[in-house]
């Protein structure tokens, strides 16, 4: 039995998968343009972030890099791949969007108005970027746990049931 192939405007699922293990990296090279306290904040956090990560690692590797991954078959495809975009372009924005800074006005920036020069704070632009940031911290948080739900599932619906061994009679 051949697996149903996917539809021709899907991309692909190792394009998907790389995506998903490269957009947290590239999301913190587009945060490092702008790091402040927050930056320095998240560094408590970082086991945490640390296992998110890898966990993601290994959700794309092992489940959708791989020909027979659980996360490839037709029942999960149409899932793992909304929620791993979901989860990557929610990293990369918030990056790009989070307004981090120093002690100062002007310090406060994000990458994003850095880029389109807004030099101090507040400003409309600031708004902005921190409304998107918001929205792609959400994005991104519920990919990311849509995305580990979904491969736990596919991880446990491809189990065989352990068999049932009757307890030893005692005379």
Do not use: C, N
């Amino acid at each position: 039995m051949h697996p149903t192939p996917a539809p021709a405007s899907a991309p692909p699922m190792p394009l998907t998968a790389w995506v998903a293990i490269l957009a947290p990296l590239v999301g913190i090279a587009l945060k490092l343009a702008s790091a402040g306290w927050l930056a320095v904040f998240l560094l408590f956090w970082s086991p945490l972030l640390v296992a998110g990560y890898v966990a993601v690692v290994l959700a794309a590797a092992r489940g959708m890099l791989r020909r027979q991954g659980v996360l490839r078959r037709p029942e999960r495809r149409s899932r793992a791949r909304i929620w791993a975009w979901l989860t990557s372009v929610g990293v990369v924005v918030l990056g790009l969007t989070a307004i981090d800074g120093g002690d100062t006005r002007e310090s406060v920036q994000s990458t994003l108005t850095l880029l389109l020069g807004a030099p101090t704070s507040p400003s409309p632009l600031h708004e902005l970027s921190a409304g998107i940031g918001w929205a792609a911290l959400v994005a991104w948080l519920v990919g990311w746990l849509a995305l580990m739900v979904e491969w736990a599932v596919a991880v446990q619906a491809t189990r065989r049931p352990a068999p049932r061994i009757a307890p030893p009679v005692v005379e």
